[in-house]
Nanobody, 126 residues
Framework: QVQLVESGGGLVQAGGSLRLSCAAS????????MGWFRQAPGKEREFVAA????????SYANSVKGRFTISRDNAKNTVYLQMNNLEPEDTAVYYC???????????????????WGQGTQVTVSS
């Protein structure tokens, strides 16, 4: 059993920044991708960013490229999402994801081998 706990959400004005963190604990196994998804009211959950186990490979949704940066610290079992130049369209609940389906390579979709955090609210005012 793996537990994922997000932190760092909040309310920010358009153009501002936030940094999300997600710490994994429990039976963390090696070689897993970590990432972030988000869900806005009335919409389906969508992929935001992901990073491979090594940290050398990242993937981003087109809507956040150039504004968001994902990173990880395996010594702390933690993944981060630095969000800059936030827009009202970024308002959503952000969910941390850990996935073992591709042996540590980047995973950009939900799978049966995914674990999820409880989510953290990000609200961007115009």
């Amino acid at each position: 059993q793996v537990q994922l706990v997000e932190s760092g959400g909040g309310l920010v004005q358009a153009g501002g920044s936030l940094r999300l963190s997600c710490a994994a604990s429990g039976r963390t196994r090696s070689s897993y991708s970590m990432g972030w998804f988000r869900q806005a009211p009335g919409k389906e959950r969508e992929f935001v960013a992901a990073i491979s186990w090594s940290g050398l490979t990242t993937s981003y949704a087109n809507s956040v490229k150039g504004r968001f940066t994902i990173s990880r610290d395996n010594a702390k079992n933690t993944v981060y999402l630095q969000m800059n130049n936030l827009e009202p369209e970024d308002t959503a609940v952000y969910y941390c994801n850990a996935d073992w389906s591709k042996g540590g390579n980047v995973v950009v979709e939900t799978t049966s081998l995914s674990s999820w955090g409880q989510g953290t609210q990000v609200t961007v005012s115009s």
